[in-house]
């Protein structure tokens, strides 16, 4: 079945401890986003990549980095300059984005991270 | 820029009662609109879309106008099951540039009870 696939499920990090999350997809899809979702304020885009080995920051990219080696990857790291990032994290992943059209975007079951 | 505004919640309904959570939108030129669903510590799910003005989108008994005049796209259900209980996301991707992004509402909370 394809999908996409985020793991660890539940993650623990000390503060001052950066941390990857990973997100993989086997839907052939060129465009993967990450976003985060905090309780009562919707979902807010991290960063995002069109195509392998490019990609652009989103609204809240400030303490995070990503990585687009291969098409099936979009790794998330969120570093120690993240000042809360005590969050539920959100991979999706669509087909490539063409200049005027629209495609839907396919999440995975989402990390939760949590800042000891 | 663009905008996702949608009707606070919690709802609280019994079962068979009709649904209505309300979305409104803000943008330039002639955005896409999605209803999203998210069960319990699950990732989202697309529950429908629309593309153009006057479209409707609709899947499990959900429905959704696009109207442009009014700038919204308010999600309905006829008769709600205990199993409809979930977190409802308006959102709406404008793609008039080179990129492709989704806008999304703050989420309505649903619980259905029997």
């Known amino acids: 079945d394809g999908g996409i696939t985020q793991s660890p499920k539940y993650l623990f990090r000390k503060e001052g401890q950066n941390v990857t999350l990973s997100c993989e997809q086997n839907?052939?899809?060129?465009?993967m986003y990450w976003y985060r979702q905090d309780p009562g304020q919707g979902l807010r885009l991290i960063y995002y990549s069109q195509i392998v080995n490019d990609f652009q920051k989103g609204d809240i990219a400030e303490g995070y980095s990503v990585s687009r080696e291969k098409k099936e990857s979009f790794p998330l790291t969120v570093t120690s300059a993240q000042k809360n990032p005590t969050a539920f994290y959100l991979c999706?992943?669509?087909?490539?984005?063409?200049?005027?059209?629209?495609?839907?975007?396919?999440f995975g079951p989402g990390t939760r991270l949590t800042v000891l | 820029g663009n905008s996702v505004t949608q009707m606070e919640g919690p709802v609280t309904l019994s079962e068979e009662a009709f649904l209505t959570i309300n979305c409104t939108y803000t943008?330039?030129?002639?955005?896409?609109l999605f209803w999203y669903v998210q069960y319990p510590g699950e990732g989202l799910q697309l529950l429908l879309k629309a593309t153009k003005a006057d479209d409707k989108g609709s899947n499990k008994g959900f429905e959704a106008t696009y109207r442009k005049e009014t700038t919204s796209f308010h999600l309905e259900k006829g008769s709600v099951q205990v199993s409809d209980s979930a977190v409802y996301f308006c959102?709406?991707?404008?793609?008039?540039?080179?990129?492709?992004?989704?806008?999304f509402g703050k989420g309505t909370l649903l619980t259905v009870n029997p």
């Open positions: 959102a709406l991707s404008n793609s008039g540039g080179s990129n492709y992004k989704l806008t």
């Open positions: 999706a992943s669509s087909k490539a984005p063409l200049r005027g059209a629209t495609d839907t975007q396919y």
């Open positions: 839907l052939n899809h060129d465009a």
């Open positions: 943008a330039t030129g002639y955005p896409s």
